[in-house]
């Protein structure tokens, strides 16, 4: 009898085997196409971007002809752009999440609230644009502005920081809490010295993540009205822009071939923005990482 259960035993285990190696199996065959999908994406855009990349490219106007065709406007409409989401996402993010996390009392309410929070982090993109056209175009009188802009896409990523900021704070131990405190260190001081510290590797990973999103975004962008080509740089936050995603969506649109290859050396651009953004939040992530 003992050998019937042990040879049933031994066959569970075997099925048990069989059946991991065949989700193994289509996690990595899975994860190696999306790589392949990836790598063939990465290979056409370069070998047809890579030869109209120039300093003349970076440094020229759009115009209707190709070969004179440049992103000056886009580029510098970007960091424009950046540079008003960032800390305006940022700020109002990780501080809707300290209150949530440290300050809000525990009941329906908070618990509402927090759902609805998750629950905007997955609304289609064009539906903040509508409400940043209806808000910050119309209501405010901001026009296509990259104030106007900025503050959308703030709205666009404000759920994804306020989520990740959540989980980060949440992480901290309790432990580092109740000692503070029982120092005789008061809550602001807690927040400030201790539990924020400790959270921002994963404060950071949240923003790194919504700050791409928000410099991919084209739906918002068009929504709002922003202009495709504009032969003038921006000198403030109530100016009109264009941003790198417009532009390229205009040149990928177009039937001309040559085109297709500025839109191929747009998008360079932008993924080469794209990496230096996110190395500069990486290296400041790592530094605080090594502290706590």
Do not use: C
């Amino acid at each position: 009898m003992r050998y019937i259960e042990q040879e049933k035993v031994v066959k569970r285990m075997n099925g048990r085997l069989v059946v991991n190696m065949i989700f193994k199996g289509l996690f990595m065959a899975a994860t190696l196409l999306a790589l392949l999908a990836l790598v063939i994406l990465l290979y056409r855009i370069v070998t047809q971007g890579a030869s109209h990349l120039s300093l003349d490219f970076l440094t020229n106007f759009a115009s209707r002809f190709p070969e004179k065709a440049g992103i000056k406007a886009a580029l510098i409409g970007s960091l424009w752009l950046m540079a008003v989401v960032a800390p305006t996402s940022i700020i109002l993010g990780v501080g809707s999440a300290i209150y949530l996390e440290e300050y809000a009392k525990q009941n329906r309410l908070t618990t509402f609230i927090r759902l609805n929070i998750s629950n905007l982090a997955g609304v289609p993109s064009v539906v903040f644009g509508l409400l940043g056209l209806t808000i910050f175009v119309r209501a405010f009188a901001l026009g296509n502005s990259i104030l106007a802009a900025g503050f959308t896409m703030s709205l666009l990523i404000l759920p994804v920081i306020i989520v990740a900021s959540q989980e980060a704070i949440r992480s901290v131990p309790k432990e580092l809490r109740d000692a503070s405190l029982g120092m005789g260190a008061t809550k602001w001081q807690t927040v400030v010295n201790i539990i924020l510290p400790a959270a921002i590797p994963g404060i950071l990973t949240g923003s790194i993540l919504a700050l791409s999103r928000a410099i991919g975004e084209t739906a918002p962008l068009i929504v709002i009205g922003i202009p495709v080509i504009i032969q003038f740089l921006p000198r403030g936050v109530f100016d009109t822009f264009t941003a790198l995603p417009i532009q390229i969506f205009d040149w990928a649109s177009r039937p001309q071939q040559e085109f297709q290859v500025v839109a191929a050396a747009g998008i360079i651009v932008l993924m080469i923005f794209l990496l230096i953004m996110n190395s500069i939040a990486v290296i400041i992530r790592n530094k605080f990482q090594k502290r706590y």
